[in-house]
């Protein structure tokens, strides 16, 4: 007869670090919380006019980017807050292949980024508000699905949607109305 693991034994270790890749419950950034910082980050946006959308990227529950949009700021069309969180990353780890790791964004990301996702070989991607007019992860198009992809990460979307739709909203309300006065 097989032995039964004690499924327990992860609580004598509850608090100390995680170690390697077997994080203990406690040490593990949850989805709300990493999303709770990509909104931080994404307000930084706004000091310098850019859409406010906010990225980062974990690896072994360790924070090791964190970005937001800076295309107004570098006159750079491709300086969304995806595409630098993943530079920073891969930079950091020496590597452009970022399996085990985990992008983390406020806005559904679009489809510039979607293959950028993809080509990095990120494992997971969440993100918060939904894009109905450029989304490439569920919304326009769902290049996570793409049969014809040799890549595809697992998605999570609607995580914290109505905190980072707001700050969207709220940023081009008040253009609209600066707009008109």
Partial sequence: MRERPNRHAWKACEVQASVGSNPTPSAMISDHDAMTIALAEARNALAHDDVPVGAIVI??????????????????????????????????????????????????PCTMCAGALVNSRISRVVFGAADLKAGAFGSLYNIATDPRLSHHPEVVHGVMAEECTLILSDLFKNLRETKTS
Avoid: F, K, Y
């Fill in 59 to 108: 690896h072994n529950d360790t924070i090791i980017a964190s970005r937001h949009n800076e295309r107004e700021l570098r006159n750079d069309p491709t300086a969304h807050a995806e595409i630098l969180a993943l530079r920073d990353a891969a930079n950091l780890l020496g590597r452009w292949r970022l399996e085990q790791c985990t992008l983390v964004v406020t806005l559904e």
